[in-house]
């Protein structure tokens, strides 16, 4: 095993201060727990109009979005990640969802937001949202959304110490909205309308080109994630869902949508997510995230706290269909058992799988491999850079291995 360097950053929480307390202790003492009357219990609670919108315990409150101070200078435009290692299930809550901004988060009063469709199209349109809502042929769907960037830094290496970090720029919502077909069918697109150019409200005016093909199979235009309206920084009052796509094409604030006879070439689509090839070649139009998993449980913010019965736990998402199996490894990838999903498996979804293991405190090299219902199989970091070299910033879709350590302490390392 080569251990490259970690550089632990200041902003980590120490990682697992040892072995905690052991398990409940085998005495015949009384538990004050169970044979006392709690401060909680003795009096009244909070009522019910003191909280009119519900917020989570206190003693959550380090489950939250965190950045990485050195990675973008100004925070407007910068990233926070999802704490994937605090969560369960296969929903991330709408105030724990990762953030991007290339311009800083738009505050638009819906009564004051147009969504417009033109260029070759029959009949040009301008909708408010009140009219979106009142259309027919609305959906209800769960859908990841990966940024492309996520694990971009550990291309050259274990860099973060985190699972928060290495591949928190993925959320995966509930989204109700329209399709872009219902759309654009009472445009009436034109023969020769190919491409689709979106385009954000926002500051930085984010624009991305999407084939026809794709826009009419699954695209939507959504107005609610898990339930309630978007939250501002997810786009508010309108975001387009590019399903199983790069997070970069997911337009929030969209406000317009161009139809057009071949791609834009925008900055995000040239300069920006394309990926330099060790042959001076790039890789262009590079939509698809590929099949991915992490272990989430136990992993660095998460370390084993006791011996004895575990669960490991972990995500796996692909954005070519449905996750089919997850194996598991706690050799560094000599041996590997399938691991248990539970829950449902939707294509373009989160599937969530566990494995349950007894830790007796010996050292382990923990990793996760998801295979989708293409026969695709997630690679290992080494074949994606012998594949793509040491260039690219995008879609490392590796897989991560975990070293936990005899006291329990987890850390990000790479073996070769
Ligand atoms: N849309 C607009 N208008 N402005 C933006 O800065 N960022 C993009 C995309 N859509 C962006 C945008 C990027 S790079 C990603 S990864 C996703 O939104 C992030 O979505 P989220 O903030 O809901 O996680
Ligand atoms: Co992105």
């Not at 939507?220 to 975001?239: D, F, K, S, V």
């Not at 199989?377 to 260039?391: I, S």
Request: glycine fraction near 10%; charge should be neutral; hydrophobic fraction near 40%.
């Amino acid at each position: 095993m080569n251990k490259t360097p970690l550089h632990r950053r200041a902003f980590l929480t120490a990682a697992g201060a040892a072995l905690a307390t052991p398990a409940l202790a085998q005495t015949n003492a009384p538990d004050p727990l169970i044979t006392k009357v709690q401060p909680w219990a003795n009096g009244l609670g909070d009522g019910v109009v003191d909280k009119p919108y519900g917020v989570p315990s206190k003693f959550e409150a380090d489950v939250i979005r965190r950045d990485v101070e050195w990675l973008t200078v100004r925070k407007e435009s910068s990233v926070s990640f999802t704490p994937l290692h605090a969560l369960d299930g296969v929903i991330t809550p709408n105030g724990l969802c990762f953030e991007r901004h290339h311009g800083g988060v738009a505050h638009i009063a819906p009564d004051k937001h147009r969504l417009m469709i033109h260029g070759l199209v029959d009949k040009p349109l301008v909708f408010t949202m009140d009219e979106l809502k009142r259309m027919a042929g609305r959906v209800n769907r769960a859908y990841f959304l990966e940024c492309a960037a996520n694990t971009g830094m550990e291309w050259k290496g274990a860099q973060l110490n985190g699972c928060q970090f290495t591949h928190g720029m993925v959320h995966n919502v509930w989204y109700v909205g329209l399709p872009l077909k219902v759309l654009f069918e009472r445009a009436g697109v034109k023969t020769n309308g190919k491409w689709v150019l979106a385009e954000g409200g926002d500051n930085s005016l984010m624009t991305r080109s999407i084939p026809m093909q794709k826009a009419l199979d699954d695209c939507m235009i959504a107005w609610n994630m898990n339930g309630e309206a978007l939250r501002p920084e997810q786009g508010y009052p309108l975001r387009l869902v590019v399903p199983g796509w790069e997070g970069n094409m997911w337009i929030k604030w969209l406000r317009r949508l161009e139809i057009g006879d071949q791609p834009w070439e925008q900055r995000e689509e040239t300069s920006k997510y394309t990926d330099l090839l060790p042959d001076g070649r790039a890789r262009h139009f590079t939509w698809v995230m590929d099949a991915k998993s992490i272990v989430t449980n136990p992993s660095p913010q998460a370390p084993l706290r006791a011996k004895g019965p575990q669960v490991l736990s972990g995500l796996a998402w692909s954005g070519r269909g449905s996750i089919k199996r997850v194996d598991v490894s706690f050799d560094g990838g000599r041996n590997w058992v399938t691991a248990r999903i539970d829950g449902p498996v939707m294509p373009l979804s989160f599937v969530r799988f566990y494995v349950e293991f007894d830790w007796d405190g010996r050292e382990l090299l923990i990793q996760s491999r998801a295979m989708d219902d293409t026969g695709y199989v997630q690679p290992t970091k080494d074949e994606l850079r012998k594949a793509r070299g040491l260039n690219s910033i995008y879609h490392n879709n590796g897989v991560q291995t975990w070293l936990v350590r005899g006291d329990g302490e987890t850390e990000n390392v790479e073996i070769s």
